[in-house]
């Protein structure tokens, strides 16, 4: 199955250092989705974007839904211990494809105290 | 609150014995997906349901079989015939095809 581009797959940071992400597709998606997994624990969704160009924050989280409707990133400020865990992004179709997510690789945030 | 189970969250089986792990949601959505997570390998779609008596395959069915008798469930059954079951399990559940997923815990299923 079609799986989108994420990078990096791993960061090491320091707290407070600021952290930055993106997915990279070759389809073009109407809803681009950015997930936060804890270890052992099911996904979370931490922010959603529905139009192109769409910039949202969520608290330190900041999130862009490219223009070509074919990228996003991800970006958090200010990082703190409590960020670490894996960061999926993942894009919907939407309509008639069944809203099945297609999901990046993950990327693993590690933040040193 | 509403929400989505899964259960048990920590799954041993005898190689050859098939297995049932649990997913019910209170969120009153139509479509249930089954995701399976491996180290590095992000998630994969396993099989996934947008009504009551209807369910699709996804990328990786083989060894697996699922049911959705009411809305509200919707159990993986993982058969003998799963080549490598062991793995982390995952349930989702969303509104339409216009939203993102509500995930549920997760199941380690571990084959000993």
């Known amino acids: 199955g079609q799986q989108l581009n994420q990078s990096p797959q791993s960061m090491f940071i320091q707290e407070g250092e600021d952290v930055s992400m993106n997915c990279t597709s070759s389809s073009i998606f109407n809803t681009w989705l950015w997930y936060k997994q804890d270890p052992g624990e099911g996904p979370v969704l931490l922010i959603a974007l529905y139009k192109a160009g769409e910039l949202t924050s969520n608290g330190r989280l900041t999130a862009q839904f490219g223009i070509t409707r074919k990228d996003s990133f991800l970006n958090i400020s200010a990082s703190i211990p409590s960020d670490v865990g894996i960061y999926f992004c993942?894009?919907?179709?939407?309509?008639?494809?069944?809203?099945?997510?297609?999901f990046g690789q993950g990327t693993i945030l590690t933040v040193h105290p | 609150d509403g929400g989505i189970t899964q259960s048990p969250k920590y799954l041993f089986r005898k190689e050859g014995q098939n297995v049932t792990l649990s997913c019910e949601q209170n969120l009153n959505h139509d479509a249930m997906y089954w995701y399976r997570q491996d180290p590095g390998q992000g998630l994969r779609l396993i099989y996934y349901?947008?009504?009551?008596?209807?369910?699709q395959k996804g990328d990786i069915a083989e060894g697996y079989s699922v049911s959705r008798e009411k809305k509200e469930s919707f159990p993986l059954t993982v058969t003998s015939a799963q080549k490598n079951p062991t793995a982390f399990y995952l349930c989702?559940?969303?509104?339409?095809?216009?939203?993102?997923?509500?995930f549920g815990s997760g199941t380690r299923l571990t084959v000993v």
């Open positions: 993942a894009g919907l179709l939407g309509g008639t494809s069944y809203g099945k997510l297609t």
């Open positions: 349901s947008q009504i009551v008596n209807d369910f």
């Open positions: 989702a559940s969303s509104r339409d095809s216009n939203y993102g997923y509500t």
